[in-house]
């Protein structure tokens, strides 16, 4: 399995509700990211797990709120966001968060923010 | 900070013609590079890397040029064809706060769109 899956594919949320991102890899990699990425413009790191523990936090707000149960599993929790929140979310993994290591994205998660 | 950029937001190409997408870099320390492939509505894909101890690698109808000296990347796309057009990224994986962690930094992007 070479896939990074990502649910749901599209969500459409209200800025009281609570929402969560999921992200899975059976690569066995252990380097796991969450990049945000608006309209015609380049993925912007938003946080980066190794080894399960997360590792850098790009000074996201915290109206985002990561966890990394396992290993193959990662999190985004969503809550009180607001409309410019709305992008594209792409999940990634590596084997390690090391030098040298090619990034697999999955397909993202479409969120709109009403 | 630095930056990886892109001369050319958008690159029109007949089929059959081969491509050039070009990407500058401004940090010296960088020593690894990654050309991803976006298609509307999907994730980056992987195209091809390369390391700063070479100057050219090869794929499959893609060749990655790398010139240390005036900090210059390109992806070449041999016989264009209407399904590689998408938007093409550079990036740079570089370390992060002097820790062991890296993070990869994406250019602007450009969209290569190929003409039937």
């Known amino acids: 399995d070479t896939e990074v899956t990502q649910t749901p594919k599209h969500l459409v949320m209200g800025m009281t509700n609570k929402k969560s991102l999921k992200c899975e890899q059976h690569?066995?990699?252990?380097?796991m990211y969450w990049y945000k990425q608006k309209a015609k413009k380049p993925p912007e790191l938003m946080f980066v797990?190794?080894?399960?523990?997360?590792?850098i936090n790009e000074s996201v707000p915290s109206r985002f709120s990561p966890e990394c149960p396992n290993s193959s599993l990662l999190n985004l929790h969503l809550h009180a966001l607001q409309p410019e929140d709305s992008a594209l979310y792409l999940c990634?993994?590596?084997?390690?968060?090391?030098?040298?290591?090619?990034?697999?994205f999955g397909p993202g998660t479409r969120l709109t923010v009403l | 900070g630095e930056s990886v950029g892109l001369h050319l937001p958008t690159l029109s190409v007949q089929e059959g013609d081969n491509s050039i997408i070009n990407c500058a870099y401004s940090?010296?320390?960088?020593?690894?590079f990654i050309w991803y492939k976006q298609e509307s509505g999907k994730g980056p894909q992987f195209i091809i890397d390369i390391r700063s101890n070479m100057d050219k690698r090869q794929g499959q109808r893609v060749t990655v040029l790398l010139n240390k000296t005036v900090k210059h990347l390109s992806l070449q796309i041999a016989a264009t064809q209407p399904g590689d057009s998408a938007v093409y990224f550079c990036?740079?994986?570089?370390?992060?706060?002097?820790?062991?962690?890296?993070?990869?930094?994406f250019g602007k992007g450009t969209l290569l769109t190929v003409n039937p």
């Open positions: 990036a740079e994986n570089q370390p992060y706060s002097g820790g062991s962690n890296y993070k990869l930094t």
């Open positions: 797990y190794s080894y399960e523990k997360l590792s």
């Open positions: 940090n010296s320390a960088s020593d690894y």
């Open positions: 990634a993994s590596s084997w390690t968060s090391g030098r040298d290591n090619e990034q697999f």
């Open positions: 690569m066995g990699h252990r380097a």
